[in-house]
């Protein structure tokens, strides 16, 4: 079995919550899509609403914590820390492809939640849907080519709580041979 590298900015480690009480968007739920995408150039997808899940503050179903597929550049604390995620696993990421500058895989509704031309018109672009590790991190990889350094959402992922607990997490001389190994 293949892993690949998970990282966690938080000085409680990988601790799980509601999407809302881990979300960096205080003014906005997050907005997950029950899709998967297994096509990283089939932009401009529409959804059903009955695909559209916006889990309450108090479901269980829904913990969960953000964290990085592989690598992160910006700086940040030095609250990091780093989980092995099976390789075959499905991850929730940003409904952004790596074509332009981030356009939405999905991006509108078949049955409209909102009217178009009101202010939640780009509602659907701070949404989440699924997609395989191998294709997010083919994402990353083709965001690489084409524009050079990453921007934090093009690595960023919500795990579900059972897969942060099939995390395996490295033993201490596995931190050190990571740490010397990220600054060559």
Known sequence: MQFVKMIRFDQNGFTCGSPQSESIYK??????????????????????????????????????????????????????????????????????????????????????????????????????????????LERTSLWKKEHGSLPGWITECYLMEEQVKRLVYPSTNEKIMEFWLSKN
């Not at 332009?100 to 780009?122: A, N, Q």
């Open 27 to 136: 003014r906005r739920e997050p907005v997950f899509i029950n899709r998967e995408i297994d096509n990283l150039f089939h932009t401009g997808q529409s959804i059903y609403t009955s695909e559209v899940i916006l889990p309450r503050n108090t479901d269980r179903h829904w913990s969960g914590c953000y964290c990085y597929l592989e690598e992160f550049t910006q700086v940040v604390s030095e609250n990091r820390h780093i989980g092995f995620l099976p390789r075959e696993s499905v991850i929730w990421v940003r409904n952004k492809s790596h074509l332009g500058g981030g356009i939405p895989y999905i991006h509108r509704f078949v049955h409209p939640l909102v009217k178009e031309g009101t202010d939640d018109d780009h509602m659907i672009k701070d949404t989440w849907v699924k997609m395989r590790v191998e294709d997010a």
